[in-house]
């Protein structure tokens, strides 16, 4: 096995000159013992960039160490071995520090950066992860607000994935990544994402449905049926009643829903983003300027179960970008209405209604 680390070389010459000692023993380094990659078997060459701590491949105190094959390694200290090519461990001049190299290093960039708004699609890369040999495989995983439920896109072993981020609230992605010669990184590199929703009033319903056994499938299957259950969400405005003094639920002209995701009155600017119909949600519904001394309601309708059965739904407020409010799972089943409670404004209060109206009316059915 041979190495080849270019990028170090400059930096090589000047650590030769004055770094000298052993393998493994604090206030050592590694030199040259007999050329570059001689091709003897027995050759280490490392340098030590020496600005501070070493921690890792890749950081900003890189150390790079190679053997051109296995077995001892006559270093110029004398007589030091490493143990293989892979787990090699080296003393890092002064510091004491130990370190094992020759793991490839992962690295995330998220092109949208560390702070985004709910329902960016964000565009996850991991090309700049580099190592002794080239990277050739990418495991993705994530750790997501409850509830939300998004998959990396094509996949979770994409160099490049997607990842819509729903919810409000972090992610915390990870990424470990092996290279051609099958070393994987020593450790995964992270990168959190803040999702914070901007609106003055951003509402957010998730659910589950413990009878579908894959709730990050999407879309309908060849008979037009739905993958998943169909859970919305529903804001009234302020004053939406019927003339019996009930409350004027799936009425377009105030009720901000999957039929009427903007209704379009000035002063009753919600809108839903998305009308999520195959399961887990989320679906959320932005305000932008409620009205002061106005009081809305939240309600949560199971509009199809598409045979999957009951489903538990979460409901969360947030004023300004503040989490205020966070009601569920609660129990709901198909056709059922689940009054959340109405929210006063400007106070951000929200007062529970509490109840589920089972086998709700639909107006228009
Ligand atoms: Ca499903
Ligand atoms: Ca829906």
Redesign the pocket.
Known sequence: MRWMVVSSMVLLAGCLSERQGTVGTPGGDVTDTGGVADGAGDTLVATDTAVGPVDSLGSPDTVHVWDTGGGAVDTAGGGDTLPTVDTRVVDTAGDGEVVTLGCPAAVITVAEGAEVLPQTLLHLSGEGSHGLAPVVGYQWTVEQPSGAASVFLPSASSPNPMFEVNVAGTYLFHLGVVDAEGRASCQVATYLVTVTPVAALHIELLWTSPG?D??T?TGYTAFGES??TDVDLHLLDSGGVREDGQPAWFDTRVDCYWQAPAPGEIRFDASLDRDDT??AGPENINFGSPGDGASYRIGVHYWDDWGYGLSYATVRVYVHGALVYEVGPTEIRNFDLWEVGTIAWPEGVVTPTGGVTPDYPVPFF
């Open positions: 579908d894959d709730e499938d993958v998943g195959d399961g």
